[in-house]
T-cell receptor, first 113, second 111 residues
Framework: DTGVSQDPRHKITKRGQNVTFRCDPI?????LYWYRQTLGQGPEFLTY????????KSRLLSDRFSAERPKGSFSTLEIQRTEQGDSAMYLC???????????FGPGTRLTVL | GQNIDQPTEMTATEGAIVQINCTYQ??????LFWYQQHAGEAPTFLSY????GLEEKGRFSSFLSRSKGYSYLLLKELQMKDSASYLC????????????FGTGTQLKVEL
């Protein structure tokens, strides 16, 4: 396992469409995080899973956003009825319970037209 | 709210030493991280401090003072490839394990 992977790497969609992104964490990591990053800013926390349980969601996350991690391995992030303000890089990170370091995937760049 | 401050931009010369400062005011603290991010790429882990003091790792060192809410990243023997954004992040701000990031410091290394 070479690290965290994300799919797709790029997504262009029209306003109002739904999109889904996938993240595969490092295999022995039980913690998984989603962040969003816009140009010139640091990543902003969206949500966090420990195994299959979603333990924390940002208050900034609207009800158009939903995330799952059904078997405690890969995770999906869905955005419904996309808006132009959703355009950003969506980053996934994973960590083990023993060590705090979070390792990031390459990200999915979303452009909403 | 959670507040993490770092300079927006810095410029340094190849071969020199540069120090990037980060101050934080957060409710909750589990540790402080530094990440490097090249344009269009994901952040890569550089260092982690949970106790006060200096952690050295090759050309990179990171310092933490919890009582002052202060950290710095020290880069020695700068190389052109060190031109990147350097992100300071606090774990545990507001509770939990999430990272709360500063806006990043864009470092430009010149000849």
């Amino acid at each position: 396992d070479t690290g965290v992977s994300q799919d797709p790497r790029h997504k262009i969609t029209k306003r109002g469409q739904n999109v889904t992104f996938r993240c595969d964490p490092i295999s022995e990591h039980n913690r998984l995080y989603w962040y969003r990053q816009t140009l010139g800013q640091g990543p902003e926390f969206l949500t966090y899973f420990q195994n299959e349980a979603q333990l924390e969601k940002s208050r900034l996350l609207s009800d158009r956003f939903s995330a799952e991690r059904p078997k405690g391995s890969f995770s999906t992030l869905e955005i419904q009825r996309t808006e132009q303000g959703d355009s950003a890089m969506y980053l996934c990170a994973s960590s083990s319970q023993e060590y705090n370091e979070q390792f990031f995937g390459p990200g999915t760049r979303l452009t909403v037209l | 709210g959670q507040n993490i401050d770092q300079p927006t931009e810095m410029t340094a010369t190849e071969g020199a030493i540069v120090q990037i400062n980060c101050t934080y005011q957060t409710s909750g603290f589990n540790g402080l991280f530094w990440y490097q991010q090249h344009a269009g790429e994901a952040p890569t882990f550089l260092s982690y401090n949970v106790l006060d003091g200096l952690e050295e790792k090759g050309r990179f060192s990171s310092f933490l003072s919890r009582s002052k809410g202060y950290s710095y990243l020290l880069l020695k023997e700068l190389q052109m490839k060190d031109s990147a954004s350097y992100l300071c992040a606090v774990s545990g701000a507001g509770g939990g394990n999430k990272l709360t990031f500063g806006t990043g410091t864009q470092l430009k290394v010149e000849l």
